[in-house]
């Protein structure tokens, strides 16, 4: 730890000793203390079913899911809006965290993964809260912003896609979610790619989206129009308050 600090400044050294995840031992803990014996049996379906899936890793880990669920009850949040589906284990999360009059509007590219899902979500019962839909998710929100009713309608939104889009979609989102209401965006740490050195060995794909993610990361800390915080959790889920 303390070689990674040097050239740091004495107070960023205090504040760098004083997170806590040091070891996959400690977030096995989490999991099997705090997260797994309260899953919904729904939930644990779909992240089993989830976890056969070529691309599994892109699925919100399960702590994460249980803290959107916490954060969605907390702000009494009714209409809400999530960009990147996959096979829906953080759109089985909003529905179930949802009243039951609440709604969340679902976009993914892709529909096969959401099939994959789909019965078990079905099965759950809360169906009725999702309006999945297909397509490319910028232009489906440039018609929802076409709709008067929908500007500043919703309470949450959760983005989870395309990361050369993180841009476009926080910006649409911000005219479609009220003031007060929460835009929370995933992977903002990237596997911890963000503080690594220019010249650090990665493959393409991560240094291309690490590329936008660290223009993200920027562009929103520099943002007035919201309050954030940045939280090591899953990826590194970024929350972003709308205040103006
Ligand atoms: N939130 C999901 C994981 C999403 S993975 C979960 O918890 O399981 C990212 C998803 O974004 C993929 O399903 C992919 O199809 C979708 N995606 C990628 N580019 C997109 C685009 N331009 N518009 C909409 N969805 C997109």
Redesign the pocket.
Known sequence: MADSNQGASPIANLETQKHLLQSDVLYQYILETSVYPREPECLKEIREL?ANHPRAR???PSHE?QFLMLILKLTNAKKTI??????????LCTALALPPDGKVIG????RE?YDLGRPIIEKAGIAHKIDFRE????PILDELIQNEEMLESFDFA?V???KV?GLNYYERLLRLVKIGGLICI?NTLWSGTVAEPPNATMDEHTRNNREYIIELNEALAADKRIEINQLPIGDGLTLCRRIS
């Open positions: 989830t892109i699925a919100i899911g999530e960009i990147g589906v996959f096979t829906g284990y953080s759109l976009i993914d590219i892709n993964s397509g490319p998710a910028l959760f989870d896609a395309d889009n995933d």
